[in-house]
């Protein structure tokens, strides 16, 4: 039961142009959504999340949009850079205290960034 | 200085086996975890524990047993491989006990090839 879905495997940009990365979820419990960062032969990293009460978050050349009725966020990446290129996990979770609040990862996306 | 660290960082062995994978984070957080990635790139969580206690335990068999001596540590010990135990483990740390808005960090992963 994949309640993240990463559709698209991969994603090929040339530098400097905008990066769109997406992201769907079935759970409408999810009330909290980050993406990271993985590179090869390392861990994910933390890049940006977002508050299901928010439809917008920036960070620099980052910037997650949400919507909720949709069931959809997207990561833009503007300008993308040749270092960008990575795998992205889009991850949610429910909120709350329980020890049903764990993250649950899509499946990610491999980002190639062309110089 | 490695925030989360785990080895090795690749462990061939046969099926029948029994391993482990050692992880121990510096970054004093409360919470850690194992995550596996398999073939099929999702990341999902097998176990979490707080402070040495067992708060997430996923639907996995019982040949996997989590061992956190202290806080810092959190080692996994597979007996009886399997081929289909075949997967990069990760190995997390956060600060919250149950981190549905705070990130995670992560170690830079196990590549376990059972043959």
């Known amino acids: 039961d994949q309640q993240v879905k990463q559709n698209s495997p991969s994603l090929s940009v040339q530098e400097g142009r905008i990066s769109i990365l997406n992201c769907d979820y079935t759970?409408?419990?999810?009330?909290?959504f980050l993406w990271y960062k993985k590179y090869p032969a390392e861990g994910p990293t933390f890049l940006i999340s977002?508050?299901?009460?928010?439809d917008k978050n920036e960070d620099g050349r980052f910037t997650v949009f949400l919507n909720k009725s949709a069931k959809h966020l997207s990561l833009h990446i503007v300008p993308s850079q040749p270092g960008d290129s990575a795998v992205y996990f889009c991850?949610?979770?429910?909120?709350?205290?329980?020890?049903?609040?764990?993250?649950?990862f899509g499946k990610g996306i491999t980002l190639s960034v062309r110089p | 200085d490695t925030a989360v660290s785990q080895t090795p960082k690749y462990l061939v062995t046969q099926m029948g086996n029994d391993k482990s994978i050692k992880c121990e984070q510096n970054?004093?957080?409360?919470?850690m975890y194992w995550y596996k990635q398999d073939s099929k790139k999702f990341l999902k969580i097998m176990f979490s524990?707080?402070?040495?206690?067992?708060?997430i335990n996923e639907t996995v068999p019982n040949r996997f047993s989590p061992k956190s001596p202290d806080k810092a540590h959190l080692n996994l010990h597979i007996n009886s491989l399997e081929l289909g135990d075949s997967a990069v483990y990760f190995c997390?740390?956060?600060?919250?006990?149950?981190?549905?808005?705070?990130?995670?960090?992560f170690g830079s992963g196990t590549q376990l090839s059972v043959l």
């Open positions: 997390a740390s956060s600060q919250v006990r149950f981190p549905t808005n705070e990130k995670l960090f």
């Open positions: 759970n409408s419990m999810f009330d909290y």
């Open positions: 977002i508050s299901s009460i928010k």
């Open positions: 991850a949610a979770s429910p909120g709350g205290t329980g020890a049903n609040s764990k993250l649950t």
């Open positions: 970054l004093g957080h409360d919470t």
């Open positions: 524990y707080n402070n040495k206690e067992l708060i």
